[in-house]
């Protein structure tokens, strides 16, 4: 399985922007990037998702490289409600895809 | 839509006893994936099901664990005999597409 690699933990002020990175060197052609992250004493949730070109939605964008080696999401304005671990897995875009989290990026919001 | 109900939402047991945590997925999803969470190893797909089949069991840690999908909606998954080391966050999640909406989870403590 291809793997990705996020930092442990980024911090960022309350009403800036977030800019979390995740690399996948090993990325296959078939494999989309999908973020969940997580909240506190929470089950994880859907953030954002693609393939090759560059998605929003209204909880955040996702911008991948050129090669696909990297992406990034983004957050626009960190909100304290924001601070949660979010993940980076690479997988199928179908029903059945199996996730495998790995150890995901801490955000932590400062007010 | 309620969400993906799982209960109990905490369970204190001896080591030994037989342990049954429940999953109700959000009517209509044809796919339900069983994880577990500590801090040691992350989250951890154990077993996952399409259409009340099991389809990946492989990580189900040992024949102490079972998963049943009865109907399409109602899952369980049984440990018996309990030990210590089975004290986790189990977390159940349904799809339709590619989006996996998880429970709430169920924090299980083996004593």
């Known amino acids: 399985d291809a793997k990705t690699t996020q930092p442990n933990s980024m911090e960022s002020n309350e009403e800036e922007p977030v800019h979390l990175p995740c690399n996948h060197s090993?990325?296959?052609?078939?494999?989309?990037i999908h973020w969940y992250r997580q909240l506190p004493s929470q089950g994880p949730e859907y953030v954002i998702h693609?393939?090759?070109s560059n998605v929003n939605n209204r909880m955040a964008s996702l911008a991948i490289a050129e090669d696909r080696k990297s992406s990034t999401l983004i957050l626009h304005r960190a909100t304290l409600r924001d601070a949660a671990v979010y993940y980076c897995?690479?997988?199928?875009?179908?029903?059945?895809?199996?996730?495998?989290f790995g150890g995901g990026t801490r955000l932590m919001v400062k007010p | 839509d309620a969400g993906v109900i799982q209960s109990p939402r905490h369970e204190v047991t001896e080591m030994g006893q037989e342990v049954t945590l429940r999953c109700k997925p959000i009517?209509?999803?044809?796919?339900l994936f069983w994880y577990r969470q500590t801090m040691m190893r992350g989250l951890e797909l154990l077993i996952y099901?399409?259409?009340?089949?099991?389809?990946?069991d492989s990580g189900m840690p040992e024949d102490r664990f079972s998963a049943k999908m009865p109907n399409a909606s109602f899952s369980t998954l049984k440990i018996q005999p309990s030990e210590p080391r089975d004290s986790a966050v189990y977390f159940c999640?349904?799809?339709?597409?590619?989006?996996?909406?998880f429970g709430p989870g169920t924090r299980l403590l083996v004593l």
């Open positions: 999640a349904s799809s339709f597409w590619e989006t996996q909406y």
């Open positions: 090993t990325i296959s052609g078939t494999d989309y």
């Open positions: 693609g393939l090759t």
């Open positions: 897995i690479l997988s199928y875009n179908n029903a059945g895809n199996m996730l495998t």
């Open positions: 009517s209509g999803h044809d796919y």
């Open positions: 099901f399409n259409n009340n089949v099991p389809i990946d």
